[in-house]
């Protein structure tokens, strides 16, 4: 189980108020998915770090603009961009990304959203949903921090950032550099 003084070294960007806000969803999350080694826990931690700038943002900064019109992502219909920019600690993007996580959390993220990014919960799960979808697990077991920045962004977009992260993840968590 991460304590609050654990998330703060793994992220210490982060106000107090979003380590009390995230931390039992994070945890949750975590037992939920496998995220059950300190290894597995930075290399999650260290991408949720990047993603939401430090717990700070649950809903993509850019306008999504840069998504329209993505049919690799689902984003097919006009707006499609703009209302499936990233949402949640791990930034979902796309329709097609929704709408899978709507069918396995049995709620309406397609029509709604917002409530990835405005419910803790919603957010850190999505993290663990996405982590587990692409079998992230392996990958942090082979210490490959690079092969999951590609698998959550598609590309190295950060990577010079998640890597920073990850190194002060692995310090707080206490698996080495």
């Not at 996405?130 to 698998?151: K, P, T």
Request: net charge negative; charged share 15%.
């Amino acid at each position: 189980m991460l304590t609050a003084p654990q998330l703060h070294a793994a992220m210490p960007y982060a106000t107090q108020a979003n380590i009390n806000r995230f931390l039992g969803p994070l945890n949750a999350t975590m037992e939920k998915h496998g995220i059950n080694t300190p290894m597995r826990q930075a290399q999650f931690l260290a991408q949720v770090a990047h993603e939401s700038g430090s717990l700070r943002y649950t809903e993509e900064i850019a306008s999504g603009s840069a998504y329209e019109g993505r049919k690799d992502l689902g984003n097919i219909h006009p707006g499609d961009g703009e209302k499936y920019k990233g949402h949640g600690l791990i930034q979902l993007t796309g329709l097609d990304n929704h709408r899978k996580f709507s069918q396995y959390m049995g709620v309406d993220f397609v029509t709604h959203p917002e409530l990835i990014a405005t419910n803790p919960i919603y957010a850190a799960e999505v993290a663990g949903w996405f982590w587990s979808e692409h079998n992230l697990n392996a990958l942090a077991d082979a210490d490959n921090g690079h092969g999951i920045s590609v698998a959550v962004n598609g590309g190295d977009n950060g990577l010079n950032d998640r890597m920073a992260a990850l190194l002060i993840c692995k310090d707080a968590l206490g698996c080495g550099t």
